[in-house]
T-cell receptor, first 114, second 116 residues
């Protein structure tokens, strides 16, 4: 079945440093989504990428979808303490629309030294 | 504001008892909802897809007779953990998807189950 691998598992940075997490799928994805889960909280949707090579930005966050639609990355510039949490990628093989299930990566837990 | 609610938010039960978790869609009629389980510091594992008015679709390795799912209305799906054991202790989260070209899942706040 489909597998989504995410690295690194943990990342500790100094506030102000950059952070990147990588996601790789064993199969070609129709789209990939990114979620953030704060400690003790539930996952919150950040963004969805659909097109090959797509790059989207949300303030200090940059999301990229690979040309082959099998990998993705999330880069945070100049981290802040509010960025603490676990970042999950989630891939879908089915069509963009419709109730297709997501397969989540293992997540990258980001901690920040203020 | 929250679009998906879960009740209870946490529950402690004795081994052998059953626990029902409710997942409500507050502002959207969801024909499909998803149930996940998350162990501490681990990822979300999809347990089943809950379909309104029909049987749930369970993922491989998930016992359908142990994790009973009922999706009787467009706004309510329930997960019942039957004859719970300590190994069932986990964080159970439901989600609903919003269709169209921005298909994202809205997660409920989760239910932390502890079986003693």
């Amino acid at each position: 079945g489909q597998q989504v691998m995410q690295i690194p598992q943990y990342q500790h940075v100094q506030e102000g440093e950059d952070f990147t997490t990588y996601c790789n799928s064993s199969t070609t994805l129709s789209n990939i989504q990114w979620y953030k889960q704060r400690p003790g909280g539930h996952p919150v949707f950040l963004i969805q990428l659909v097109k090959s090579g797509e790059v989207k930005k949300q303030k200090r966050l940059t999301f990229q979808f690979g040309e082959a639609k099998k990998n993705s990355s999330l880069h945070i510039t100049a981290t802040q303490t509010t960025d603490v949490g676990t970042y999950f990628c989630a891939g879908r093989e089915g069509p963009v629309w419709g109730a297709q299930k997501l397969v989540f990566g293992q997540g990258t837990r980001l901690t920040i030294n203020p | 504001g929250a679009v998906v609610s879960q009740h209870p938010s946490w529950v402690i039960c004795k081994s052998g008892t059953s626990v029902k978790i409710e997942c409500r869609s507050l502002d959207f009629q969801a024909t499909t909802m998803f149930w996940y389980r998350q162990f501490p510091k681990q990822s979300l594992m999809l347990m089943a897809t809950s379909n309104e008015g029909s049987k749930a679709t369970y993922e491989q390795g998930v016992e359908k007779d142990k994790f009973l799912i009922n999706h009787a209305s467009l706004t309510l799906s329930t997960l019942t953990v039957t004859s719970a054991h300590p190994e069932d202790s986990s964080f159970y989260i439901c989600s609903q998807g919003r269709g169209g070209n921005s298909y994202e899942q809205y997660f409920g706040p989760g239910t932390r189950l502890t079986v003693t």
